[in-house]
């Protein structure tokens, strides 16, 4: 069965510092992956998605960068964290040709 | 700008009663799909209507879908104390992507 994992489950970061977080998916092959943001008591924003190994396309720009290094692995970056980076980051895969999205279980940024 | 809409905001009823919540979007789609998430936890799948279906059911979940419209709505029947999160609608761009836009979302609290 397909699972994915996203880590870590908290972080607290100081302004300036930089940043990783990482998604994996296991059990499948080639999925689409995307990295959404979600601000306290909001909506979801999307980040990011990619269709293939170095395939990113960016939805807002941003202080952030993706990249997709393995076909079942999606890392969200930043070089320098901004006090408004702060959220819940959530990633999710699909199936290509599919529709529906599984999400990982999140990942509660507090940039101080 | 938000691809949908979720109305209300906030809901709060009794357990056993029924819940309501209704999606408006924007642009012509192909599919609408409804997640939940429980606080602090990634979103979860729940249903998926297609842009030909009026109608579909899941469990205790209904959910109609009427493209002239352009409005979606989930009806969660006999609600218990355990459906509290927080219920969000997702529509694709129609545009081959595989992106999804996520609602705002309504907060659905279940008192016992």
């Known amino acids: 069965s397909q699972t994915i994992h996203q880590w870590p489950a908290t972080l607290v970061q100081p302004v300036g510092s930089p940043l990783s977080l990482e998604c994996t998916v296991e059990g499948t092959s080639n999925p689409n992956l995307y990295w959404y943001r979600q601000a306290a008591g909001r909506g979801l924003q999307l980040l990011f998605y990619?269709?293939?190994?170095?395939?990113i396309s960016s939805e807002v720009p941003q202080n952030l960068s993706a990249s997709r290094p393995q076909d079942r692995q999606f890392i969200l970056s930043s070089k320098k964290l901004l006090l408004s980076d702060s959220g819940f980051y959530l990633c999710a895969w699909s199936e290509q040709g599919a529709y529906g999205y599984t999400f990982g279980s999140g990942t509660r940024l507090t940039v101080v | 700008s938000q691809q949908g809409e979720e109305d209300p905001q906030a809901l709060s009823i009794q357990e056993g009663e029924n819940a309501t919540m209704n999606c408006s979007y924007k642009t012509s789609i192909n599919n609408l799909q409804w997640y939940r998430q429980n606080s602090g936890r990634g979103l979860v799948h729940l249903i998926l209507?297609?842009?030909?279906?009026r109608e579909k059911h899941s469990g205790r979940l209904r959910v109609t879908l009427d493209t002239s419209k352009k409005s979606s709505s989930l009806l969660i029947t006999a609600s218990r104390a355990a459906d509290t999160a927080s219920y969000f609608c997702?529509?694709?761009?129609?545009?081959?992507?595989?992106?999804?836009?996520f609602g705002t979302g309504t907060r659905l609290k279940v008192l016992a």
């Open positions: 997702a529509t694709d761009l129609n545009s081959g992507t595989y992106k999804y836009i």
């Open positions: 209507i297609r842009s030909n279906e």
């Open positions: 990619s269709v293939g190994i170095g395939q």
